[in-house]
């Protein structure tokens, strides 16, 4: 197939040249001259240079069709932006940010004025199940009291600085293999074959949703936030985590869970990987800015409904004009810390950046831990650096181990990530495109077989808040400049694809 891809250019670029030919000097001739051939290698080099020509990518776009041309309009828009400048590896971190104008700073607010505002902020959302406000909660907690027990962890550690950064990468993994492990029974037929790892707000409901209709798959009762959980995996261990699963019914039925926070988890994978060496993940990245905004909703929609205390939207802003003011804030002095640990920790450049990124995550550091980071839209934000985490996984597991899926594809074609997961798993194709119905400006929604239009299976109203919200313009760009280079880079240096095409709200500007 490779062979092909170069002969199907070669052929091209020797009709390209024919047909310029016969325009010239009006004759044609298929004759291969000394001329010809050197003009045709130049033409090849060159067209290959500019269209970033890759035999592979051909082969692939030949097997899978439209999702790869997809791809490769990516690769021609990622040229264009390089064209025009825009280089991920020479990115100014800290002028991300400079050119939003600072808005005059909000008069603090009573408590009373802001319940209205932020009723007036949500009055047109439909009342939402409590079930899906649980794990952002229980994240919370947990992380706290996980990192208060790794501070302490670290805080000795710290007393004898390491010496190279191999010995800081490796921090966490002493720390994870010096504590006593559960016993695993690894022969309980209800033991996961494949886990959702991540990643919050990128459709992992949605996967699993469509993916409870599959006959030879079985889901845990819940997210479990069992491997990166000290007291759950620790204290409750296996026997507790089992009960979430039931049985297989028949030979070859799969259970498998997902728990969107495990993919910023930093002792999660060996631990997995002492459950199962051969266990299959499966990541479900999307775009950043939409996945910033899906955060602050889903927040502030459970502080309306008083599930959280109204407190935890202060560092945040109660109403989304509040928070667009406040990111735009974040963004400047986000900007100035990535560009200091770009150039101080990462070499100046963007993989020296990622690196850097990975020891501090490792470390608990600003911009992961809950601790080190004051500002809490930085959190969030930098839950969005994929490469970083990614690497964690593959320091673990092979690349083989993990498949990488855009989740923005289930917002219009489920059907593409979901295809990729059954084959990926190695279940029988059941679910296809034939089962679900898009409703214009809507989410898809399933039609289980036999069963009529109107009968549709729609995820709870809990989900696309994002549809019909977007962030102001500045903050829209803002936030796409900060998260470019990193996407561009967890696209190209892990993925092998150019870009993710990430666009969200630039549509509308
Ligand atoms: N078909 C379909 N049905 C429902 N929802 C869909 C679908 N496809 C994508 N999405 C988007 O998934 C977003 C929620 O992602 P998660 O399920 O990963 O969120 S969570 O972390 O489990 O809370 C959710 O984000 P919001 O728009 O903020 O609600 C949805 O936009």
């Known amino acids: 197939m490779r062979f092909l891809s170069y002969v199907l250019v070669s052929i091209t670029t020797l009709c390209l040249y024919n047909l310029w030919q016969k325009m010239k000097y009006e004759r044609f001739s298929m004759r291969l001259t000394a001329k010809k051939l050197i003009i045709m290698g130049l033409l090849i080099i060159g067209l290959g240079t500019f269209f970033d020509f890759d035999a592979n990518r051909a082969e692939r776009m030949l097997d899978d069709g439209d999702e790869q041309l997809g791809e490769y309009y990516g690769s021609m828009r990622s040229k264009y932006i390089k064209f025009m400048g825009f280089d991920y590896d020479h990115v100014k971190f800290d002028e991300i940010g400079k050119d939003l104008k600072a808005d005059p700073a909000p008069k603090e607010k009573s408590v009373e004025q802001k ?12 009342p939402r199940e409590v079930k899906e406000l649980v794990p952002e909660e229980e994240e919370i907690e947990e992380n706290v009291k996980q990192d208060a027990a790794e501070l302490a962890a670290v805080a000795e550690s710290m007393n004898k600085e ?5 010995d800081r990468a490796n921090h966490a993994d002493l720390m994870i293999s010096a504590k006593n492990q559960p016993d695993i029974p690894k022969d309980d037929p209800r033991l996961p074959k494949f886990i959702v790892v991540g990643v919050m707000k990128c459709g992992t409901g949605a996967t699993q949703h469509f993916l409870h209709n599959h006959p030879d798959l079985q889901q845990a009762k819940q997210e479990t936030y069992f491997f990166n959980n000290d007291h759950k995996y620790l204290e409750l261990g296996y026997d507790w985590y089992l009960n979430l699963y039931r049985f297989p019914t028949h030979d070859g039925q799969m259970n498998y869970e997902k728990t969107p926070t495990y993919y910023k988890s930093v002792r999660a994978q060996p631990r997995i990987k002492a459950m199962n ?7 479900i990245v999307c775009d950043n800015v939409r996945r910033t905004l899906s955060r ?15 407190d935890k939207l202060d560092g945040f802003g109660h109403t989304l004009d509040e928070f667009n003011r406040n990111l735009k804030i974040t963004l400047k002095k986000f900007g100035d810390f990535l560009e200091d640990v770009k150039q101080n920790e990462g070499h100046g450049t963007m993989e020296g950046l990622v690196n850097a990124l990975l020891v501090r995550f490792k470390r608990r550091m600003r911009p992961f831990g809950i601790h080190a980071t004051k500002d809490p839209i930085e959190l969030i934000l930098s839950d969005g650096f994929y490469a970083v985490f990614h690497q964690r996984w593959m320091e673990v597991f092979p690349k083989e181990q993990m498949l990488v899926l855009d989740g923005s594809k289930y917002l219009t074609e489920p059907w593409i990530p979901l295809k990729a997961i059954q084959q990926y798993i190695g279940v029988q194709e059941y679910i296809t495109k034939d089962n679900f119905m898009v409703n214009p400006g809507g989410l898809p929604c399933f039609i289980e077989p036999g069963k009529s239009k109107e009968q549709v299976d729609c995820l709870g109203s809990g ?4 549809l019909d919200k977007r962030f102001h313009k500045e903050v ?3 936030l796409h ?4 280079p990193f996407d561009d880079y967890f696209a190209k240096k892990v993925l092998g ?3 993710f095409g990430w666009d969200f709200g630039l549509d509308s500007l």
């Open 115 to 126: 319940k209205v505002e932020l009723k007036e902020d949500i009055k047109d959302d439909a």
């Open 162 to 166: 390491p010496q190279a950064a191999g």
């Open 277 to 283: 060496e051969t266990v299959k993940l499966v990541n």
């Open 296 to 310: 602050f909703l889903h927040l502030q929609h459970g502080v309306g409904i008083e599930k959280f205390k109204e």
């Open 463 to 466: 989900k696309g808040r994002t």
């Open 476 to 478: 829209t760009l803002g």
């Open 481 to 484: 400049k900060l998260f470019q």
């Open 497 to 499: 694809r150019p870009s």
